[in-house]
């Protein structure tokens, strides 16, 4: 479904990412895993148009090289951002209804993210602005879950939680797999994304320096220890 080869990435005269390659299947849970500042994001960020960048990026066959983002999300590429990026003066419901892109509820429905979130029902007439950052979290996973996407790539969707709303958050990542959606996770918590996972990349000073399963990564302790542990 998702196929990157020989990702550079730059920020400004910054290189970051020195040749990265990754595919996600139909279907399939991939995890990215590695320490702060060594590209994970700015992976994600490549692969949606934001950040300059050269190399082969090809979604459903499709060539995304220079596709400006909004054809990206067009083509069915979901994209959950670890500032979350919600819009504060729209309520709950109306921030939900943006992630439609205009069309009618389909495989994701309202009730979905309710059942999924019964916090978001809650206050689906509060403007977003007011909620909580757990609930901007939950937020933010359900309303690009209502665009439908077939891949969707998640930034730390974990980070700075409490430990409730983590769980919350990795039974919704649970549903996602259920459901066969494609997943890019880009995580902290080894817990989370070794149990849901297919296959885990670890990066490094802008590369790959792992590709394997999560059993794999787990007898790896070399690996865990150079790239993973603090």
């Known amino acids: 479904m998702l196929s990157v080869r020989n ?43 934001l950040v300059r960048c050269t190399g082969e990026i090809r979604f459903k066959g499709h060539d995304l090289t220079h596709v400006p983002t909004y054809r990206i999300a067009h083509l069915g590429i979901g994209y959950v951002p670890e500032n979350r990026d919600i819009f504060p003066t729209l309520t709950v419901e109306e921030n939900l209804a943006l992630g439609l892109k205009g069309r009618t509820p389909a495989g994701w429905t309202y009730d979905d993210m309710y059942r999924l979130f019964p916090r978001l029902k809650e206050r689906r007439n509060t403007h977003a602005g007011v909620l909580s950052g757990g609930e901007q979290q939950m937020l933010t996973l359900a309303r690009t879950m209502m665009g439908d996407p077939e891949l969707v790539i998640i930034d730390e969707p974990t980070e700075g939680l409490a430990p409730m709303v983590v769980a919350l ?21 080894l817990t989370i994304a070794l149990e849901i996972s297919q296959r885990v990349y670890v990066m490094g000073h802008g590369r790959m320096v792992f590709e394997g399963t999560p059993d794999e990564l787990r007898r790896n302790k070399l690996i865990r220890q150079e790239w993973l542990e603090v």
């Open 7 to 49: 990702l550079q990435a730059y920020y400004g005269k910054s290189h970051v990412l020195h040749g990265v390659d990754l595919n996600v299947d139909q279907g399939e849970i991939v995890s990215l895993l590695g320490r702060n500042g060594v590209g994970r994001s700015t992976t994600a960020k490549a692969i949606l148009g």
């Open 169 to 189: 958050v990795a039974d919704f990542l649970r549903e996602l797999k259920g459901r066969g959606t494609s997943i890019l996770l880009i995580e902290q918590k």
